[in-house]
């Protein structure tokens, strides 16, 4: 069965702190994989990754992936409140030719304390 | 640009009533449509699909349907709710993959509760 794991499942820490999200996902005939930032209500997109090893940068935000492993990392450097939210990781893979599903892995809540 | 809209952003209804939630899509045409569900401290269950007008797809038995009578427009309905039918609901759409790598953009939601 297809699935998507993250982890830690809550984290709490304070400003100022680094975080590493982990992802680590079991599918056939992998896409993409995509991290998405959830607060009060939709998710927003955050990075989509399809190659081993180049990272992705964003401000404080960076995301690398093993497809090797078959995982990927969401770091964050020097945490602000304003990253409290859930942090949503989601693989893109083919289920048929021509056809993709997206699967979403269960999130970390992150808080991070002034 | 593309924007996605769904309402009502929240909604209580009592147990054996009707839903209907809506969803329009602007900026873009033929775009993929999904109707995800997320329940509490539960993660995102797609719940249906369309690649195009008519043409839905189910990705689990439930008690919901979900229509496409337009291009950029997809309705979630009921026709009699069941308590475990609240949670907040996602509508997402998707372009060509060519142009944005099928990366899902999502509606603000809709939070409804039965009770």
């Known amino acids: 069965e297809d699935k998507v794991v993250q982890s830690p499942l809550s984290l709490v820490v304070h400003e100022g702190d680094t975080v590493t999200l982990n992802c680590s996902y079991e599918?056939?005939?992998?896409?993409?994989l995509l991290w998405y930032k959830q607060e009060k209500k939709a998710p927003t997109f955050l990075f989509m990754l399809?190659?081993?090893?180049i990272e992705k940068k964003s401000g404080r935000l960076s995301s690398i992936l093993d497809k090797k492993e078959l995982f990927s990392i969401l770091n964050i450097t020097a945490t602000q409140t304003g990253d409290s939210a859930v942090y949503l990781c989601?693989?893109?893979?083919?289920?048929?030719?021509?056809?993709?599903?997206?699967?979403f892995g269960t999130g970390t809540r992150l808080t991070i304390i002034p | 640009s593309q924007t996605i809209h769904q309402w009502p952003a929240t909604l209580v209804q009592p147990v054996g009533s009707p839903l209907s939630l809506e969803c329009t899509v602007e900026?873009?045409?033929?775009?993929?449509l999904y109707w995800y569900r997320q329940a509490a401290g539960r993660g995102l269950q797609l719940l249906f699909y369309?690649?195009?007008?008519?043409?839905i797809s189910s990705e689990v038995p439930q008690n919901l349907s979900a229509s496409r009578p337009q291009d950029r427009q997809f309705i979630l309905s009921s026709k009699k709710l069941l308590l475990s039918d609240s949670g907040f609901y996602l509508c997402?759409?998707?372009?060509?993959?060519?142009?944005?790598?099928?990366?899902?953009?999502f509606g603000e939601g809709s939070w409804l509760t039965v009770v």
């Open positions: 997402a759409w998707s372009g060509d993959r060519t142009h944005s790598g099928n990366t899902i953009y």
């Open positions: 989601a693989v893109e893979y083919s289920w048929s030719f021509g056809n993709e599903k997206l699967t």
């Open positions: 599918v056939t005939n992998f896409r993409s």
């Open positions: 369309s690649v195009g007008i008519g043409q």
């Open positions: 900026g873009t045409s033929n775009p993929n």
């Open positions: 399809t190659s081993s090893g």
